[in-house]
């Protein structure tokens, strides 16, 4: 087990283990975006720093197929951010608020020695989305193109300059194609650490294995940060969710089949070293 999920498992309760904690209709999420963590000051201005952050906490919301509602920020700030950059930061937040329709509610900020950011989102979902839930024969799909995130990642680890359209400065989150086949879907979770290190969280909370259908890249399956979509979903379902994802201009790969067994994840890990 790694020291993520050891941490995690020191408390338990029923509401841990998805993306966000459910109790009654709310539900309720936080995330971490932290300098020199999860991103450089170099590889951003403060408004997509700003977003990004916001988008991320988001995923867990839109993953559960949840409207988000409220957010709580926590902003330690360095002490060499001019007045301009924090408005730049604050601009970032109000946008993409703005877009999903949340209402920024309250927070704290602190003086610190780089730019940590926490945020805490309140959603409502009548019909939530959840992680357990797949049966031996499910298949497994993904949205969009895997694989960008760490070619991204490469690039600027290396001094070089993230492009315009990268995913660390635009996500694409999959609330219109979650919230049209939730009835169609037996579990889901967001792509936050790569594919195959979610699929190994599928495979410990739903005691199952998988049969790979096609092949799946390293370079695609251990690419984190890519706020994509995993899904599961009942093979009598596939043309149903197909003609969804066409119709909300989704990207939609099945790759794998749900069977008896257990999966190990063969990548690094993306976070906790």
């Not at 963590?37 to 995923?59: C, G, P, Q, T």
């Amino acid at each position: 087990m790694d020291l993520e999920s050891y941490f995690i498992s020191q408390f338990k309760t029923k509401v841990l283990g998805d993306d966000a904690a459910v109790i009654d209709e709310l539900i309720y999420s936080k995330d971490a975006f932290f300098e020199n963590v999860h991103f450089k000051r170099e590889w951003m201005n403060y408004k997509d720093i700003a977003k990004r952050a916001m988008l991320v906490n988001l995923s867990d919301a839109v993953a559960m197929n949840a409207k988000p509602l409220y957010a709580l920020l926590a902003v330690a700030m360095p002490k060499d951010i001019s007045n301009y950059e924090a408005k730049e930061l604050a601009k970032g937040f109000q946008e993409v608020a703005k877009n999903y329709g949340v209402k920024i509610i309250g927070g704290d900020t602190i003086a610190n020695l780089k730019l940590d950011i926490t945020i805490t989102i309140v959603s409502k979902s009548k019909k939530p989305l959840f992680r357990k839930g797949l049966r031996e024969g499910h298949l497994l799909a993904y949205t969009g193109e895997l694989g960008k995130s760490a070619k991204e990642l490469k690039r600027v680890l290396r001094g070089g300059k993230l492009h315009k359209r990268s995913k660390f400065r635009n996500i694409e989150l999959r609330g219109s194609f979650i919230s049209s086949t939730r009835d169609l879907l037996s579990c889901g979770m967001d792509i936050s650490d790569g594919l195959f290190s979610e699929l190994e969280k599928l495979s410990k909370l739903n005691k199952k294995g998988f049969r790979f259908l096609k092949k799946v890249p390293k370079s695609v399956g251990c690419s984190g940060e890519e706020y994509e979509m995993l899904v599961g979903f009942d093979v009598r379902h596939k043309k149903a969710i197909i003609q969804q994802a066409k119709r909300t201009k989704t990207p939609l790969h099945i790759f794998a089949k749900t069977q008896r067994g257990s999966y190990k994840n063969i990548c690094k890990r993306h976070h906790f070293g």
